[in-house]
């Protein structure tokens, strides 16, 4: 289970502006590339900015969801598929994960070497999830999901002077769940490569 079941709801209610983005000429890999370089801007600003700015993770990841639909709409829906835009949403998405999860390693009292293993273990499971016959989604921690607890983590800290000692144990308990996350999509992807 994974919040990305969710989606094709959250694409209903996008639709009518996708509609009107594609009329205006905006193209989805102008989406794709902006919302990188908005995330990884966002992403090195919180590594320095005090801690109230991370009232805008959560706002930000809500908005990047947003985008990350839309570019995906305007590519599927508006003829603008292309491998370029395929390239571009895999590394984007990322690059932009890696960024927004980058703030963390500067804030107690989580250790930066399980915020580093947290990054990687996101890039491996996406990884995981391309590889296969067809794009792979499975959970438990799938992008959307880390959206959701970096978001909830963003907001936190900004609400809080300083955060209870025992959450340094929540980075390793996201790693496993990264790590199965991974296994998942792998054993889900060969399942699916034996049936066709």
């Known amino acids: 289970m994974t919040l990305y079941a969710l989606k094709p709801r959250f694409q209903r209610g996008l639709r009518p502006a996708v509609r009107r983005l594609?009329?205006?000429?905006?193209?989805?890999?102008?989406?794709?590339?902006?919302?990188?370089?908005?995330?990884?801007?966002?992403?090195?600003?919180?590594?320095?900015?005090?801690r109230a700015a991370f009232a805008l993770l959560p706002l930000w990841l809500l908005l990047r969801m947003a985008l990350n639909a839309v570019d995906g709409m305007l590519a599927r829906e508006h003829g603008q598929q292309s491998r370029l835009g395929a390239y571009l949403n895999e590394l984007g998405d990322v690059l932009s994960d890696a960024a927004l999860a980058l703030p963390l390693a500067f804030v107690a009292p989580f250790d930066p070497r399980w915020v580093a293993a947290f990054?990687?273990?996101?890039?491996?499971?996406?990884?995981?999830?391309?590889?296969?016959?067809?794009?792979?989604?499975?959970?438990?921690?799938?992008?959307?999901?880390?959206?959701?607890?970096?978001?909830?983590l963003g907001l936190w800290i900004a609400l809080s002077p300083e955060l209870p000692g025992w959450l340094a144990g929540l980075m390793p308990l996201l790693c496993a769940l990264l790590l199965l996350t991974t296994v998942n999509r792998v054993h889900q992807g060969l399942k699916a490569t034996k049936g066709a």
């Open 22 to 50: 594609a009329a205006a000429g905006v193209t989805a890999n102008q989406v794709t590339v902006l919302a990188a370089l908005l995330s990884v801007a966002l992403g090195l600003a919180l590594c320095v900015l005090p």
């Open 119 to 152: 990054i990687f273990l996101g890039l491996l499971s996406e990884f995981a999830g391309v590889l296969g016959p067809a794009r792979r989604y499975e959970g438990p921690l799938g992008k959307s999901d880390r959206a959701l607890v970096l978001g909830a």
